[in-house]
């Protein structure tokens, strides 16, 4: 009996089976990877050409493919007036400093390789850009260092009557400091130590927001805090961009994808279609996207040094001495040196 129900159910999962057919992969190995943006501040505005290999639109350090270097690569505007962009090193391309996108006009980017691919963006606005309305922090006191932290407040005043789409990066500028070698001993002169750095670690994660059901108020931002683990300063600086809705959703679909939990009923993973297309070989797949948008910087420095509680800065100076976060054992002169430090920026940051 039990046969027969087994030989029973092996005949009902035959009847079920469906044959794919139709079923057809792409292979990305030799697909064009183009990232590159353009907004309403000065340039100079970078493109970057690569063929693609661990293609990340998050991680500029992902694009290890080979550079595609010798194209021309012009940015058009919807009369057709363009501008040419240099080849400034193999496979990056910048426009003139002085070249400044109109609110209101719209742009693409027009790429020319070597071996005679046409690749093209589709024509988009540039948006006016908005500003934060407001950006500002508090610290929170806890029992344990690790805890304590630096919670960041930000807003945009939405404009009422419009459809409206935004796309926030947040990158840190973290101070560091060093520790200075013994001086050498007299008459010897003492040389100069340089013990003050900034480094840039990376935040890859776009915050992205619409006005569906918001028009015309007041949108928070979501902002991870800043730890309290060192009392040098640090800034957190916002690049609010306006940007259309085509922009928003490939980067909207991009986050899905991030964050796709494995579950039953999550999304199958999928090559996501950016706004660009080669025109003259459709069996060329290029991938990335040229972003388009209204730009506003805003920087807020943060001091984890003024108007700590004597306590919790008694506490901090415990744990930055156990943790060794002044890198005794690798005393320096010069902090650019810092070679085992990720991103360093050295002495200044970058102009705003």
């Not at 589709?122 to 908005?130: V, Y």
């Not at 947040?170 to 050498?184: A, S």
């Not at 040389?191 to 007041?218: E, H, M, R, V, Y």
Request: with cysteine; net charge neutral.
């Amino acid at each position: 009996m039990r046969a027969w129900i087994l030989v029973f159910c092996w005949l009902i999962l035959c009847a079920c089976e469906t044959e794919v057919t139709d079923f057809k992969t792409q292979n990305l190995s030799s697909a064009i990877v183009v990232s590159g943006e353009m907004s309403s501040l000065t340039g100079p505005y970078t493109v970057r050409l690569n063929y693609t290999a661990a293609y990340s639109p998050y991680d500029i350090t992902e694009f290890q493919g080979q550079v595609i270097p010798g194209a021309d690569v012009k940015i058009l505007d919807e009369t057709g007036a363009s501008v040419s962009l240099k080849e400034t090193q193999k496979g990056v391309y910048q426009t003139p400093a002085t070249f400044k996108g109109q609110v209101g006009k719209k742009y693409k980017v027009r790429i020319l390789t070597v071996n005679g691919k046409q690749i093209e963006s589709s024509l988009d606005e540039l948006k006016a850009p908005i500003s934060l309305s407001t950006f500002s922090y508090a610290f929170k006191n806890a029992e344990k260092v690790e805890n304590m932290r630096f919670d960041l407040s930000a807003s945009i005043q939405d404009k009422k009557g419009s459809e409206d789409y935004y796309m926030i990066k947040k990158q840190d500028f973290v101070q560091f400091l060093t520790t200075c070698p013994e001086p050498p001993p007299p008459p010897a002169p003492v040389p100069a130590c340089d013990c003050k750095c900034w480094q840039a670690p990376q935040n890859t994660q776009p915050i992205l927001i619409s006005d569906f059901l918001l028009d015309g108020t007041s949108i928070p931002l979501s902002i991870k805090p800043v730890d309290y683990h060192d009392m040098t300063d640090v800034v957190v600086q916002l690049s609010v961009y306006t940007v259309s809705k085509e922009a928003y959703t490939f980067w909207k679909r991009q986050e899905e994808q991030r964050t796709l939990g494995g579950g039953l009923f999550d999304k199958v993973p999928a090559q996501i279609i950016g706004n660009m297309k080669c025109l003259n070989d459709a069996e060329q797949q290029v991938v990335g996207y040229f972003l388009v948008g209204g730009l506003q910087r805003q920087r807020l420095r943060v001091d984890r040094y003024s108007n700590i509680p004597e306590e919790t800065y008694r506490k901090l100076g415990f744990y930055v001495d156990f943790y060794n976060i002044r890198y005794k054992d690798y005393a320096l002169w010069d902090c650019r040196k810092a070679a085992w430090i990720p991103y360093n920026l050295g002495l200044s940051l970058p102009p705003l």
